[in-house]
């Protein structure tokens, strides 16, 4: 038997950020994995959970592995691990009458905003998922974030990333 070397996840140097306190707030989400059956107190039959690196544009607050259970979130953020996704969290009226948060993409001056961080800060979630977790081993499902591709420099290369964060949300016109 050949011993392995052992270092924790990390999972509890984990940020919280609830999707409450983020409701309407300009957001830069880097969805990290999507893990299913994760049991908590209030769901000890298992629940689905997207696990992320969040960042606060207006703040440059930055949370690293952040989980979020919201079935809402969940279902529309599952299908984009590995991706930096341009998006702000709503309250949506559902068909049963209760209030859900749901992502929604930024527009506007919103999404000039968040393209603007993303030039100006590269890899910075990635440095510090790193510097917190050792590599990025906080999660098995971690994804390599989606960073926009280098573009000329001055207003062009704002437009090539709003570009590439509009196709990324597959935002034609």
Same mark, same amino acid.
């Given at each position: 038997?050949?011993?392995?070397? !052992?270092?924790?996840?990390?999972? +509890?140097?984990?940020?919280?950020?609830?999707?409450?306190?983020?409701? *309407?707030?300009?957001? @830069? +989400?880097?969805?990290?994995?999507?893990?299913?059956? @994760?049991?908590?107190?209030?769901?000890? #039959?298992?629940?689905?959970? $997207? *696990?992320? &690196?969040?960042?606060?544009?207006?703040?440059?607050?930055?949370? %690293?592995? +952040?989980?979020? !259970?919201?079935?809402? $979130? +969940?279902?529309?953020?599952?299908?984009?691990?590995?991706?930096?996704?341009? %998006?702000?969290?709503v309250?949506? =009226?559902?068909?049963?009458?209760?209030?859900? %948060?749901?992502?929604?993409?930024? *527009?506007?001056?919103e999404?000039?905003?968040?393209?603007?961080?993303?030039?100006?800060?590269?890899?910075?979630? &990635?440095?510090?998922?790193?510097?917190? !977790?050792?590599?990025?081993?906080?999660?098995? =499902?971690?994804?390599?974030?989606a960073?926009?591709?280098?573009?000329?420099?001055?207003?062009?290369? =704002? #437009?090539?990333?709003?570009?590439?964060?509009?196709? =990324?949300?597959? $935002?034609?016109?």
């Amino acid at each position: 038997m050949e011993l392995a070397g !052992f270092t924790p996840n990390g999972g +509890v140097d984990s940020d919280t950020l609830k999707a409450s306190d983020a409701v *309407e707030t300009p957001l @830069i +989400v880097v969805v990290r994995g999507h893990k299913t059956g @994760i049991v908590t107190q209030f769901k000890p #039959d298992g629940a689905d959970v $997207i *696990e992320c &690196d969040v960042v606060k544009i207006a703040t440059d607050s930055t949370f %690293i592995g +952040v989980g979020w !259970f919201n079935a809402g $979130i +969940v279902n529309d953020l599952k299908g984009h691990v590995g991706k930096a996704l341009p %998006i702000k969290l709503v309250y949506k =009226q559902t068909k049963s009458g209760r209030a859900a %948060i749901v992502p929604v993409a930024l *527009e506007g001056a919103e999404l000039e905003a968040a393209a603007k961080w993303a030039s100006a800060n590269g890899d910075r979630l &990635d440095r510090e998922r790193a510097e917190r !977790f050792g590599g990025g081993s906080s999660a098995p =499902q971690t994804a390599p974030a989606a960073h926009a591709a280098a573009a000329p420099a001055g207003g062009a290369q =704002q #437009d090539a990333e709003i570009a590439a964060l509009r196709a =990324q949300l597959g $935002i034609t016109g």
